[in-house]
């Protein structure tokens, strides 16, 4: 069983609805579908290119948005967001079978602990690299090549597993191959990757050779 460098939010924990709701409703009182999706199309790529788009096509202040953003992970630790679906599932197949989970995130780690133990997740990780932690955000593959050398692995014993392109990148850039998590509707380009509708399709791209 390979093992698996998870990205967090967005992967593993559903965290968008939450925060595409949150910063659409910094900028309009009461917004609508459209509104949401606007914010979703950026999320999806940058939770702080999001923020700093939002602030400049709205003339909002960048800081309202933060705060709000801020107020929210504050709010995670009494009300989590679900972990995706299939989530549970893979991880602990994964620990089953022989393989380790990691993750590399952009998130600070008391935001990503919180989460993780909110959710009762944390039993199943093995190692977390946080970018606030001093290392470049992705698509910079420090954190990737930091996780591989601490856990003693070759890059093709394991699959990067990310909801962005950043987080296949950063992967490939060491030679660990990517599946990226699609969200119907909002285009990425991943090249090099392979793309998934669920996590559960990964059960079969996690067996290694020798499993056939």
């Known amino acids: 069983m ?12 559903d965290t968008y609805p939450d925060v595409d709701r949150t910063l659409a ?8 579908a459209e509104d949401i999706a606007e914010v979703a199309q950026l999320t999806r790529r940058s ?3 999001a923020i700093s788009t939002l602030a400049e096509r709205h003339g909002v202040p960048e800081q309202r948005l933060r705060a709000a953003y801020d107020a929210l992970k504050d709010r995670w630790a009494r009300q989590p967001p ?8 893979v991880l602990g197949t994964v620990r089953a079978g022989g393989g380790s989970n990691l993750v590399s995130t952009n998130r600070d780690r008391q935001s990503a602990t919180v989460l993780l133990e909110a959710l009762g997740l944390e039993v199943e990780i093995d190692d977390m690299v ?3 932690d001093g290392f470049p955000r992705k698509p910079d ?45 909002i285009p990425l380009s991943a090249p090099g990757a392979v793309r998934i509708s669920s996590l559960t399709s990964l059960l079969d791209l996690l067996r290694t050779p020798d499993q056939g």
């Open 25 to 32: 409703t910094a900028v309009h009182a009461s917004p609508d």
């Open 82 to 89: 679900p972990a995706m679906e299939g989530a549970r599932q």
């Open 47 to 49: 939770s702080s290119l």
């Open 141 to 185: 593959p420090t954190m990737v090549r930091v996780l591989l050398e601490r856990s003693g692995l070759a890059p093709e014993q394991c699959l990067a597993v990310g909801d962005r392109p950043a987080d296949v990148e950063a992967a490939a850039r060491v030679g660990v191959p990517g599946a990226l998590l699609i969200t119907p509707g």
């Open 130 to 132: 946080c970018a606030p």
């Open 2 to 13: 390979r093992t698996v460098i998870w990205d967090l939010g967005g992967t593993l924990v």
